[in-house]
């Protein structure tokens, strides 16, 4: 492949650069800039790594007289040799968006007004004291994000755990891999992504769970792709129940009825031990439970899940013995399992697959239970997501004493008499006043969680005070009380990691806008005024930078399987990310996981004692250890339970809702990006021809979609999805409408959430966006306006004479052959 320019909008993944398996990805370097630079002006590249997705693709921005022109793939960087997305090209341009937050606003006769930095704090800290005097520390709740760097989230820890005293400390994680951490701590003791990005190019079989992985980690599919035109292509096992890019390129594709996850892999893993596909040895040295789990698989047969699932009994066949036969498998795991019912209990059966077959710590032979937000690792590690920092055990009273001894606080001071509050119950709380405070940073709850009527009712509360901090006036911002205009990537400095524990650091390119400040220095600004104090009457934050906030976190590692201990800044400036743990016997980082057994399942040092997967029940010290007294890998089975709202006469469909390629979360940078927001401008509805046929519908048609909590209103897009389902983003709320906020009082809403349930998921305590019942209402005919949908990936149109997606001239980026990135050989 020579250097090329390429519309990155028409063609998202980009020329393909073939390589066999056990070969290195051949690297490929993509830029953009902006269509008035050439690459001679650019005065500096500055390192970062992406902030719109889990994939941590590793970049360099151009900057020129002090703004941001561009952006190049780095292509000596392990994760993803230079390549970037649609959504790394572009995305950086919205931190110029004209409507950035400039000025701290407070609410003045009940509207939010301009002020200075000093008066906000203040309004911030006078309430928090209040709370503190006259309620305690249950009455101020912290609800973060996946998108901050490691240093904020740590030091946000420490300020709600060991500062304010509080257990109401949680990220939007909550919302995205909450199971993927749950399903690793309930398998393997602890959390820690076993596998690695290279096991791509060593497998021989590729599983994708629930994981459009096209779309929400799109270099990585790339890699994917290369490898296909490549010699010994991998064979794909894809299980979604639309026609993503995957399951057109799967040797096998299984679309399950909505909810049916769990049944599925059972009857997958009987087959596995009916055909002999164990690795008994493994087995026997690394594990336990294997009877339990087989006792229990013993009448899961694929003709049983076969009604379930509403998949042939023999597809399901040739699934498991694909999964039987491959020499070394790599499954992956998303938002297809970890937001559909069960989600934890059918995160573990693929765990148990890995483990049942010895497909652990080789190349090529992983578990990927992936991430959705590009520092959702952090805030996991960090103790912003409601577990303890440092995968620590907050049952442990060992564990919680090691922490107190890092603060230097009493063990007492930090809050550990009950589970940490996740998301979903610490919004029930504000809803009933026992929360009174809430701080949100990063996130926007007012379009992400679900059923927005009774979220927005929360927020707009007079007795909850809320304080939002944030780069624009989002739709949960214009609820708040407070709202702190903040700095992003690219305004500040720090580290992140991504889904297979590779640390990034992101320097800062460019001043933020007007008198916006990055995250740490707001958290370090409050802890000062909050004049928080450790055991001694020292400062409890001792730190006043990144540079020094992540040696403190170094500390907090030591001796943690996520241990930084070896990482420095230093380090990881110039080459590439370094996964973790990095420590005097890994100092140059540790590729995979569980390569001589499992690490972190002992009774003394596992982060979790575990759960019951199909009530959530915990466990004891007592009951983990007479389980697995010698800290093995624990297979552990699940019986399946119908979904708890099922279609019916009134609500005939299923409605899932989920990603598409070009856009993250609520829009609220990737909307303001041209190039981005063209490409999908506005929410449609997808269903299947076999279901549009049927009720005379067709392309472009205007419908309301509804529930038993509420409507949203789209256009029509036919595909080959699953029939009995409709699918909808997530991403489109109400900031870009003249409503502002809410849907407009004339018609329905444009958000998904306007529908969907509360209800979560009993063990990770994650919401459940993928088993709505839903009915399907024609508003207007389309007549000839098609749906705003894209046509390049998992909406693509089964009616031909739909206008392909395209990006234009101010899309085009280059794309060249790099033999920076080109080791010699490759592990075996």
């Known amino acids: 492949m020579d250097d090329a320019s390429v519309d990155r909008i028409a063609q998202p993944w980009g020329a393909r650069v073939p390589y066999g398996r056990h070969t290195p990805w051949p690297a490929r370097s993509d830029t953009y800039l902006t269509g008035d630079v050439e690459p001679d002006r650019v005065q500096r590249?500055?390192?970062?790594?992406?902030?719109?997705?889990?994939?941590?693709?590793?970049?360099?921005?151009?900057?020129?007289?002090?703004?941001?022109v561009g952006v190049r793939g780095r292509a000596v960087d392990r994760v993803n040799r230079g390549r970037l997305g649609p959504k790394d090209l572009f995305g950086w341009q919205a931190n110029a968006s004209p409507d950035r937050l400039t000025r701290p606003l407070v609410r003045e006769d009940g509207q939010l007004v301009e002020t200075d930095w000093d008066t906000a704090m203040q309004r911030v800290v006078s309430r928090s004291r209040e709370l503190l005097d006259d309620r305690g520390p249950g009455s101020i709740g912290f609800y973060t994000s996946g998108q901050l760097f490691l240093e904020e989230y740590y030091t946000l820890a420490v300020l709600a755990r060991a500062g304010i005293?509080?257990?109401?400390?949680?990220?939007?994680?909550?919302?995205?891999?909450?199971?993927?951490?749950?399903?690793?701590?309930?398998?393997?003791?602890?959390?820690?992504?076993?596998?690695?990005?290279?096991?791509?190019?060593?497998?021989?079989?590729?599983?994708?769970?629930?994981?459009?992985?096209?779309?929400?980690?799109?270099?990585?599919?790339?890699?994917?792709?290369?490898?296909?035109?490549?010699?010994?292509?991998?064979?794909?096992?894809?299980?979604?129940p639309r026609p993503t890019p995957v399951a057109r390129r799967a040797s096998v594709h299984l679309a399950p009825r909505l909810g049916t996850n769990l049944a599925l892999l059972n009857a997958l893993l009987h087959e596995i031990i009916r055909t002999d596909r164990v690795d008994h040895a493994y087995v026997q040295a690394h594990t336990v439970g294997f009877e339990e789990l087989a006792e229990h698989l013993r009448d899961c047969t694929p003709r049983w899940a076969a009604d379930i699932c509403g998949i042939p009994a023999g597809r399901i066949a040739e699934a498991a013995e694909l999964l039987g036969g491959a020499e070394r498998l790599l499954s992956t795991v998303l938002q297809g399992v970890y937001q559909s019912h069960q989600a934890t209990a059918a995160a573990v059966q693929v765990n148990n697959l890995?483990?049942?077959?010895?497909?652990?710590?080789?190349?090529?032979?992983?578990?990927?239970?992936?991430?959705?937000?590009?520092?959702?690792?952090?805030?996991?590690?960090?103790?912003?997501?409601?577990?303890?920092?440092?995968?620590?055990?907050?049952?442990?009273?060992?564990?919680?004493?090691?922490?107190?001894?890092?603060?230097?606080?009493?063990?007492?001071?930090?809050?550990?008499?009950?589970?940490?509050?996740?998301?979903?119950?610490?919004?029930?709380?504000?809803?009933?006043?026992?929360?009174?405070?809430?701080?949100?940073?990063?996130?926007?709850?007012?379009?992400?969680?679900?059923?927005?009527?009774?979220?927005?009712?929360?927020?707009?509360?007079?007795?909850?005070?809320?304080?939002?901090?944030?780069?624009?006036?989002?739709?949960?911002?214009?609820?708040?009380?407070?709202?702190?205009?903040?700095?992003?990537?690219?305004?500040?400095?720090?580290?992140?990691?991504n889904a297979d524990r590779t640390v990034h650091l992101c320097d800062k390119a460019v001043e933020p806008p007007g008198r916006a400040k990055p995250d740490l220095?707001?958290?370090?600004?409050?802890?000062?005024?909050?004049?928080?104090?450790?055991?001694?009457?020292?400062?409890?934050?001792?730190?006043?930078?990144?540079?020094?906030?992540?040696?403190?976190?170094?500390?907090?590692?030591?001796?943690?399987p996520c241990d930084y201990t070896g990482l420095t800044y230093r380090m990881l400036r110039g080459g590439s990310g370094i996964q973790w743990p990095v420590d005097e016997t890994a100092p140059g980082g540790t590729e995979r996981l569980y390569t001589t057994g499992i690490s972190w399942a002992s009774p003394d040092l596992c982060e979790e004692y575990g759960k019951d997967l199909v009530t959530g029940a915990a466990d004891g010290a007592v009951e983990y250890r007479s389980f697995n007294p010698d800290g093995k890998g624990m297979l552990k089975p699940a019986a399946y339970l119908a979904p708890h709202e099922l279609p019916d006469e009134e609500y005939p469909f299923q409605l899932?809702?989920?990603?598409?390629?070009?856009?993250?979360?609520?829009?609220?940078?990737?909307?303001?990006?041209?190039?981005?927001?063209?490409?999908?401008?506005?929410?449609?509805?997808?269903?299947?021809?076999?279901?549009a046929a049927r009720l005379d519908l067709g392309e472009g048609d205007l419908v309301d979609v509804s529930t038993r909590r509420g409507t949203l209103r789209g256009r029509l897009r036919v595909t080959g999805l699953r029939p009995g389902v409709l699918f909808v983003p997530f991403h489109y709320g109400y900031w870009d409408t003249p409503a502002g906020f809410r849907p407009d009082a004339t018609s329905p809403g444009r958000a998904a959430n306007e529908t969907t349930i509360t209800d979560w998921d009993p063990a990770s305590k994650q919401p459940l966006f993928k088993t709505a019942?839903?009915?399907?209402?024609?508003?207007?005919?389309?007549?000839?306006?098609?749906?705003?949908?894209?046509?390049?990936?998992?909406?693509?149109?089964?009616?031909?004479n739909v206008r392909d997606t395209a990006g234009g001239p101010s899309a085009r980026a280059t794309q060249a052959r790099h033999p920076a990135w080109n080791p010699q050989g490759g592990d075996r």
């Open 45 to 68: 590249w500055v390192q970062a790594a992406s902030i719109l997705h889990s994939d941590g693709d590793a970049m360099d921005i151009a900057v020129v007289d002090g703004r941001m």
């Open 165 to 240: 005293g509080t257990n109401h400390l949680d990220g939007n994680t909550r919302l995205c891999t909450a199971t993927a951490a749950e399903a690793l701590k309930q398998s393997f003791g602890c959390d820690g992504q076993p596998g690695s990005f290279d096991d791509i190019d060593h497998a021989d079989v590729i599983a994708l769970f629930g994981h459009n992985i096209a779309e929400t980690q799109p270099v990585q599919w790339m890699r994917i792709l290369d490898r296909l035109e490549g010699a010994d292509p991998p064979r794909l096992l894809c299980v979604d």
């Open 354 to 497: 890995h483990l049942l077959r010895g497909m652990l710590g080789r190349p090529g032979a992983g578990v990927l239970q992936m991430n959705g937000q590009p520092t959702a690792q952090n805030t996991r590690e960090c103790g912003a997501n409601g577990d303890l920092p440092g995968f620590r055990n907050w049952q442990n009273d060992a564990h919680v004493a090691d922490l107190a001894e890092v603060w230097n606080v009493e063990p007492a001071t930090i809050p550990h008499h009950a589970p940490p509050t996740h998301a979903m119950q610490m919004f029930r709380y504000a809803e009933q006043g026992s929360i009174a405070m809430l701080w949100i940073s990063g996130t926007n709850p007012a379009v992400s969680l679900p059923e927005l009527s009774r979220i927005r009712s929360i927020l707009g509360r007079e007795r909850l005070f809320v304080v939002v901090q944030d780069l624009f006036l989002t739709e949960t911002a214009q609820l708040a009380d407070v709202v702190l205009p903040a700095a992003t990537w690219g305004e500040k400095t720090g580290t992140f990691t």
């Open 521 to 560: 220095e707001i958290f370090l600004d409050y802890a000062r005024r909050m004049g928080f104090r450790d055991k001694d009457g020292g400062p409890l934050i001792t730190w006043s930078d990144p540079e020094s906030a992540f040696e403190a976190w170094k500390r907090c590692s030591a001796g943690r």
């Open 656 to 691: 899932s809702t989920g990603r598409t390629l070009y856009h993250f979360h609520t829009r609220t940078k990737t909307g303001r990006v041209p190039q981005l927001d063209a490409a999908a401008p506005d929410v449609w509805v997808e269903i299947s021809a076999d279901d």
């Open 773 to 800: 019942a839903a009915a399907l209402a024609l508003v207007a005919r389309g007549d000839g306006t098609p749906s705003p949908a894209p046509t390049t990936a998992a909406s693509a149109p089964v009616n031909g």
